[in-house]
């Protein structure tokens, strides 16, 4: 026994030994920041050896950040090698900045010994993170180009750390919304829909405030209206009213933000509420009138003549009830916007006047019960192509070549390209360009020779930055069958006969001809029958000499003969 338990020692020593010497591992730290005060912040530490794998054995996790008060962690004993750390930074015990996290990762090899440590840096900030996504249709290939054919979405969208700390804990969520420095209203979830009617660039604002205060209680409010001596009671949650100045002038339906001005009057009753006071520019020539008291009690709609009623709890640049076209916008497109109005009563801003310019983080209010987000962007609207001409003959005799002229409506900058194919297609709107070509101006030619008599569709695709529209072309080849000409068959034919003919009577006139002369064929011997002999050269010699006298003589003795002749 006592062998087997030294051997068993002496092989647990060994292999403690052995790992002490085993390859070193590495620890990576990542986190999801950044993060809004109070939000939790997930940092996540994940361990790997030489081999960029996971290693094995029991290890454990020291955590610690450079807060104060300070955030620490131990985790021990654990097989895992990716371990996360969730902490958070309370807006009433911490300040946003930049934070670093330190881990320290042990390994066990007898006792733990440290392997490895790493730092990371995160920032927690004051207000919300995330940003403004745009949807409009089914066209999201430009993010911040948009259609002015068509209502555009505007979504917040917050990162999940955010997210999380604001559907967990927040009671009320308005989201407030400017466009070029007009207030169109609020929303409760997130959302805006706008439609940008003119071809140029906006700018859209957005100031989000999460309340994490208490549901009002339901309570008994009068409301009486100031241009009709009717007056209504209900029991209905208290509903926010909003104090302008005395005017006859109709409130107008779009209030710039450098027109907005708050005035804060301290009240005795309620030590954190305010009486707000608006001054609206608004057009003196309106002869409109602001309605009476809302009819439906149900709902605690603002409505239109509390504009004139004191005791307002809340700021008027938060409160879409300022603008007539806001409420019908809101109506239209947002749910439930009423439910919210009692929460808004408590929002306010800081004791001064709101600034004579756009929206931005600089003016963004401060209570320690909420918490803010503001978020911009800049949006291009643009007219989409919407009519396209294709000017040309489709139907083209086979050896002819097609010249189609294309044009089109819609901003520029132009993309086009096009696909041939082979019989009639059906297209479906989703062909794309592979390598488009680009123009300021939608007007372009196009060619091409088909080199077979075929059906063909000619697909031609035009985007801009905001649409794409996909025109079918049916291109119709065809062969025409030549019939041959008269003159093509009488003219050869005349000409052979004329030829036959005039080769008919040469014949004959040549047969015609020789038929009048007898040939008569005499053979002459002019020459001596006799057989030359051999002679020398000086044989012939002298024999010619000898005929050269005898040829003289001869030729005298004939002479003479004619000469006789004469004289008789």
Same mark, same amino acid.
């Given at each position: 026994?006592?062998?087997?338990?030294?051997?068993?020692?002496?092989?647990?020593?060994?292999?403690?030994?052995?790992?002490?010497?085993?390859?070193?591992?590495?620890?990576?730290?990542?986190?999801?920041?950044?993060?809004?005060?109070?939000?939790?912040?997930?940092?996540?530490?994940?361990?790997?050896?030489?081999?960029?794998?996971?290693?094995?054995?029991?290890?454990?996790?020291?955590?610690?950040?450079?807060?104060?008060?300070?955030?620490?962690?131990?985790?021990?004993?654990?097989?895992?090698?990716?371990?996360?750390?969730?902490?958070?930074?309370?807006?009433?015990?911490?300040?946003?900045?930049?934070?670093?996290?330190?881990?320290?990762?042990?390994?066990?090899?007898?006792?733990?010994?440290?392997?490895?440590?790493?730092?990371?840096?995160?920032?927690?900030?004051?207000?919300?993170?995330?940003?403004?996504?745009?949807?409009?249709?089914?066209?999201?290939?430009?993010?911040?180009?948009?259609?002015?054919?068509?209502?555009?979405?505007?979504?917040?969208?917050?990162?999940?750390?955010?997210?999380?700390?604001?559907?967990?804990?927040?009671?009320?969520?308005?989201?407030?919304?400017?466009?070029?420095?007009?207030?169109?209203?609020?929303?409760?979830?997130?959302?805006?829909?706008?439609?940008?009617?003119?071809?140029?660039?906006?700018?859209?604002?957005?100031?989000?405030?999460?309340?994490?205060?208490?549901?009002?209680?339901?309570?008994?409010? +009068?409301?009486?209206?100031?241009?009709? @001596?009717? *007056?209504?009671? /209900?029991? !209905? %949650?208290?509903?926010?009213?909003? $104090?302008?100045?005395?005017?006859?002038?109709?409130?107008?339906?779009?209030?710039?933000?450098?027109?907005?001005?708050?005035?804060?009057?301290?009240?005795?009753?309620?030590?954190?509420?305010?009486?707000?006071?608006?001054?609206?520019?608004?057009?003196? +020539?309106?002869?409109?009138?602001?309605? @009476?008291? *809302?009819?439906? /009690?149900? !709902? %605690?709609?603002?409505?239109?003549? $509390?504009?004139?009623?004191?005791?307002?709890?809340?700021?008027?640049?938060?409160?879409?009830?300022?603008?007539?076209?806001?409420?019908?916008?809101?109506?239209?497109?947002?749910?439930?916007?009423?439910?919210?109005?009692?929460?808004?009563?408590?929002?306010?801003?800081?004791?001064?006047?709101?600034?004579?310019?756009?929206?931005?983080? !600089?003016?963004?209010?401060?209570?320690?019960?909420?918490?803010?987000?503001?978020?911009?962007?800049?949006?291009?609207?643009?007219?989409?192509?919407?009519?396209?001409?294709?000017?040309?003959?489709?139907?083209?005799?086979?050896?002819?070549?097609?010249?189609?002229?294309?044009?089109?409506?819609?901003?520029?900058?132009?993309?086009?390209?096009?696909?041939?194919?082979?019989?009639?297609?059906?297209?479906?709107?989703?062909?794309?360009?592979?390598?488009?070509?680009?123009?300021?101006?939608?007007?372009?030619?196009?060619?091409?020779?088909?080199?077979?008599?075929?059906?063909?569709?000619?697909?031609?695709?035009?985007?801009?930055?905001?649409?794409?529209?996909?025109?079918?072309?049916?291109?119709?080849?065809?062969?025409?069958?030549?019939?041959?000409?008269?003159?093509?068959?009488?003219?050869?034919?005349?000409?052979?006969?004329?030829?036959?003919?005039?080769?008919?009577?040469?014949?004959?006139?040549?047969?015609?001809?020789?038929?009048?002369?007898?040939?008569?064929?005499?053979?002459?011997?002019?020459?001596?029958?006799?057989?030359?002999?051999?002679?020398?050269?000086?044989?012939?010699?002298?024999?010619?000499?000898?005929?050269?006298?005898?040829?003289?003589?001869?030729?005298?003795?004939?002479?003479?003969?004619?000469?006789?002749?004469?004289?008789?």
């Amino acid at each position: 026994m006592d062998v087997i338990l030294r051997n068993l020692l002496i092989a647990s020593i060994l292999f403690s030994i052995g790992d002490a010497f085993s390859d070193p591992i590495d620890v990576i730290l990542s986190h999801n920041g950044p993060v809004v005060l109070g939000a939790n912040i997930t940092i996540t530490a994940k361990l790997i050896d030489a081999l960029n794998q996971a290693p094995t054995g029991e290890f454990a996790y020291e955590w610690h950040d450079n807060a104060y008060p300070q955030h620490r962690n131990h985790i021990l004993e654990t097989r895992n090698a990716t371990i996360e750390w969730n902490i958070s930074y309370p807006s009433n015990h911490y300040s946003a900045q930049e934070y670093e996290v330190t881990v320290l990762v042990y390994k066990k090899k007898i006792i733990y010994i440290q392997e490895a440590h790493e730092k990371i840096r995160f920032n927690v900030t004051e207000t919300l993170n995330g940003r403004i996504h745009i949807e409009q249709d089914d066209w999201k290939e430009k993010e911040f180009f948009v259609s002015n054919a068509s209502p555009v979405k505007h979504n917040i969208m917050l990162s999940e750390p955010d997210r999380n700390f604001i559907a967990n804990n927040a009671t009320s969520v308005l989201t407030f919304w400017f466009v070029d420095c007009v207030y169109y209203g609020y929303s409760t979830d997130f959302s805006f829909v706008f439609n940008y009617t003119e071809e140029k660039t906006y700018t859209v604002e957005t100031l989000v405030v999460a309340s994490f205060d208490d549901p009002p209680p339901v309570s008994t409010t +009068t409301t009486t209206s100031t241009f009709t @001596t009717s *007056s209504s009671t /209900t029991t !209905t %949650p208290a509903t926010p009213v909003i $104090s302008t100045s005395r005017s006859s002038s109709p409130v107008s339906e779009a209030i710039p933000r450098s027109k907005i001005i708050l005035k804060t009057n301290g009240s005795s009753s309620a030590e954190n509420t305010f009486t707000k006071q608006i001054s609206v520019a608004t057009d003196s +020539t309106d002869s409109r009138k602001l309605s @009476t008291a *809302s009819k439906e /009690t149900s !709902t %605690p709609m603002v409505s239109e003549d $509390s504009l004139t009623n004191d005791g307002a709890k809340i700021s008027p640049v938060l409160s879409s009830m300022i603008s007539k076209e806001a409420v019908l916008v809101q109506k239209r497109h947002v749910d439930n916007t009423n439910i919210i109005l009692n929460s808004i009563r408590n929002l306010s801003f800081n004791n001064n006047y709101l600034p004579n310019e756009c929206l931005n983080k !600089t003016f963004i209010p401060s209570d320690p019960n909420k918490t803010y987000g503001y978020f911009r962007i800049q949006i291009s609207a643009k007219v989409p192509i919407t009519k396209v001409n294709v000017k040309g003959n489709n139907w083209l005799q086979f050896g002819d070549v097609l010249n189609l002229s294309i044009s089109c409506n819609g901003s520029a900058k132009f993309q086009h390209c096009t696909k041939i194919k082979v019989g009639v297609h059906n297209v479906t709107g989703y062909e794309n360009c592979s390598s488009p070509l680009q123009g300021d101006v939608c007007n372009f030619t196009l060619t091409h020779y088909f080199r077979e008599a075929n059906t063909y569709t000619y697909i031609i695709v035009i985007m801009n930055d905001v649409s794409k529209v996909v025109t079918p072309a049916v291109i119709r080849m065809y062969k025409v069958s030549v019939q041959p000409q008269l003159s093509v068959i009488v003219v050869p034919v005349t000409c052979s006969l004329l030829a036959i003919i005039i080769i008919v009577f040469g014949v004959a006139y040549y047969v015609q001809s020789q038929n009048r002369y007898t040939v008569e064929v005499a053979d002459f011997d002019f020459g001596q029958a006799n057989d030359m002999e051999y002679k020398s050269f000086y044989e012939r010699l002298r024999e010619d000499i000898s005929n050269m006298f005898n040829r003289s003589g001869d030729f005298l003795g004939q002479r003479n003969k004619y000469d006789n002749m004469e004289e008789s």
